[in-house]
């Protein structure tokens, strides 16, 4: 187990060294200088050189690589072209509502679809369970901005639950983040609940099937406690890691959402940086996103050796 | 079995009505609009949905009917682009990482696993801050990204097949690794790659929308749903149906390809 932890470990430091070289390759092929965009077209060749200079891009590129990965290590993810600030301060704001949007939407999703999906299978091939498996092959074909200006038009401008663009800054108490964040989270939470039900109603369906549950039945266990105590145990591990894998897609979901609801998260600013090429910015966001994947996917992996005690040692 | 009533297979019967009643939509937007679908009317802004504007008209006057029948055919374009660049790129990979294996075919894998692991419109978005937008790049973009998954799906299959009696058979008759690959092996990934590309397209049709209604999709003068929707947002209370009618294609065409995907797998399921 060790050894594999090992292993392991080494493989995500791996890939997130990886991630940086592509990041940082990324936006140094370019055409075109960042010089151009702060300093304007009509910049004498003296201000460009100086600016080259004070931006560093006079190295080589490993050695501009090695700077900025020291820098980014000690704290430092440079200065952004555009608002003329640390990237760290720029993000640090606009990441709690990201990560406070993206905690919601995750919980929203384990509180939906866990319920649904055992239901769902309990009373598989009754009513129930079919208007359950209509209404979610068709939730999870609503792409989730859709469900975002869906949410906009009923609960906000019909019923008036909440008023759309009145999130502004962090600085709010944490209950009324939560009021407004409520409806964004919903719209990323829904297609993921939708297929999180249809992947655990699988699940049970075919642990259902197993020879152990019959055993467990002619042993005289009831329903429930079959359903409780020895299916659910098995399976729930793939939906643990479909769960832990999700995160990354709703860190995604965020990014669009945020633009639905005017949440200033780090979606915005990464839109509104693509938009103003403000490349130390997109590249800031862009590694710490890939790094999150790539730990949250890690963890998937660690969860499942964890719950499945047949991949011990392996 | 002959005496075995067949069950119908629901899935695939209303997949294929919806896809192909969406299908039939997008080739009548090719050939005819009722209106130009970038022309301005004074006269009919935010109409409400009638017998000359079934779907009513925008804030500009221009009619919902004929924006929507141009862009779903440039979603359509888009994903289908997408699609063939994915999967013959993909398809050539996986079968020669799947059929050869070693060395090369561990790397090629351990590459895609990571690029697979990301969200593809997060992916997609950083491509074209780098490259810049436009309907071309946003091709070339997404195709690149939608490989690996085809090349992981491919590469299980020849790694299923590649020590089969009949594939060892074939070699043993003097069959070349070409001949074996493609004509062999090939034909029996099928039914895991349709599935597999009724993922993909959704897959797309979900990335060309959201990247158009975020303003990083295709030029502002071509009519495209997520930029309508994108839109829409802004006069929604007043003129709901520039609202309703861009959702209801994205969803519609989603729905009908999933659910053929779906009722693929259940056929798979039943043994074919």
Redesign the interface.
């Known amino acids: 187990m060790v050894k594999t932890l090992a292993k392991r470990m080494g493989l995500l430091l791996l890939?997130l060294l990886?991630?940086t070289v592509l990041a940082f390759l990324?936006?140094s092929?370019?055409p075109g200088d960042p010089t151009s965009s702060i300093l304007g077209v009509d910049a004498t060749p003296e201000q460009v050189a100086v600016l080259r200079e004070q931006l560093g891009l006079d190295l080589p590129i490993w050695q501009r690589y090695w700077n900025w990965l020291s820098q980014a290590f000690a704290g430092d993810l440079g200065t952004s072209y555009n608002f003329r600030m640390p990237v760290g301060q720029l993000m640090a704001p606009k990441m709690s509502a990201t990560l406070l949007l993206a905690a919601l939407s995750f919980v929203l999703i384990v509180v939906i679809s866990i319920p649904l999906g055992i239901l769902s299978a309990r009373h598989a091939g009754g009513w129930l369970d079919r208007v359950v498996t209509v209404a979610d092959?068709?939730t999870?074909?609503?792409?989730n901005?859709?469900v975002g200006?869906?949410l906009?038009?009923l609960f906000g401008?019909v019923l008036r639950w909440f008023e759309p663009g009145s999130y502004t800054s962090a600085t709010r108490d944490l209950a009324e983040q939560l009021r407004y964040l409520i409806f964004p989270a919903l719209a990323v939470a829904l297609p993921r609940s939708a297929m999180t039900v249809k992947m655990l109603r699988g699940s049970i369906l075919s642990e259902m099937g197993q020879d152990y549950i019959r055993t467990a039945y002619s042993k005289g266990n009831s329903q429930s406690s079959v359903l409780w105590r020895h299916v659910l145990r098995n399976a729930m591990i793939p939906v643990v890691t479909f769960l832990a894998?999700a995160i990354?897609?709703i860190?995604?979901?965020s990014?669009?959402v945020e633009?639905?609801f005017a949440v200033p998260g780090l979606g915005q600013l990464?839109?509104s940086s693509?938009?103003n090429?403000d490349?130390p910015v997109?590249q800031a966001i862009?590694v710490l996103?890939?790094a999150v994947?790539?730990v949250c996917?890690f963890a998937a992996d660690l969860l499942y050796r964890v719950m499945d005690p047949r991949l011990k040692g392996r | 079995m002959s005496g075995v009533k067949k069950r119908i297979n629901w899935y695939f019967a209303a997949g294929g009505v919806l896809t192909t009643l969406t299908v039939a939509y997008i080739l009548l937007g090719m050939v005819w609009t009722p209106y130009d679908p970038g022309a301005l009317s004074a006269a009919d802004r935010g109409a409400p949905p009638s017998l000359a504007h079934p779907f009513g008209c925008d804030h500009m006057g221009r009619d919902i009917f004929s924006r929507t029948l141009q862009g779903a055919g440039t979603t359509l374009t888009i994903a289908l682009a997408v699609l063939v660049i994915g999967c013959v790129a993909g398809l050539v990979l996986g079968a020669l990482c799947g059929y050869y294996g070693g060395v090369v075919d561990g790397a090629v894998m351990r590459l895609c696993d990571?690029v697979a692991?990301?969200?593809s419109?997060?992916l997609a978005?950083?491509?074209?801050?780098?490259i810049g937008p436009g309907k071309y790049n946003i091709i070339a973009a997404l195709g690149v990204l939608f490989i690996p998954s085809f090349a992981r799906l491919v590469r299980g299959e020849f790694v299923k097949y590649r020590d089969r009696d009949f594939v060892q058979a074939a070699r043993l008759m003097g069959v070349s690794h070409g001949r074996i690959i493609f004509v062999h092996i090939l034909p029996n990934t099928w039914p895991v790659l349709l599935s597999g590309l009724a993922i993909g397209f959704?897959n797309a049709v979900?990335a060309e929308?959201?990247m158009s209604?975020?303003?990083?999709g295709v030029s502002p003068q071509e009519a495209s749903l997520?930029q309508m929707?994108s839109e829409?947002?802004s006069y929604?209370?007043t003129t709901?149906w520039t609202?309703f009618f861009p959702?209801l294609v994205?969803?519609v065409l989603?729905?009908g390809v999933?659910?053929l995907g779906?009722g693929l797998r259940e056929r798979m399921g039943d043994g074919l």
């Open positions: 890939t990886l991630v990324a936006f092929i370019i092959q068709v999870m074909s609503i792409p901005f859709v200006i869906a906009t038009y401008l894998m990354a897609d860190v995604a979901g990014i669009v633009q639905v990464l839109i693509i938009g090429r490349y997109v862009v996103v890939a994947v790539v996917n | 990571a692991a990301f969200p419109i997060l978005l950083v491509v074209i801050a780098v959704n979900l929308a959201s209604y975020l303003g990083i997520g929707l829409a947002q929604m209370l709901p609202m959702a994205v969803v989603i729905l999933s659910l779906e």
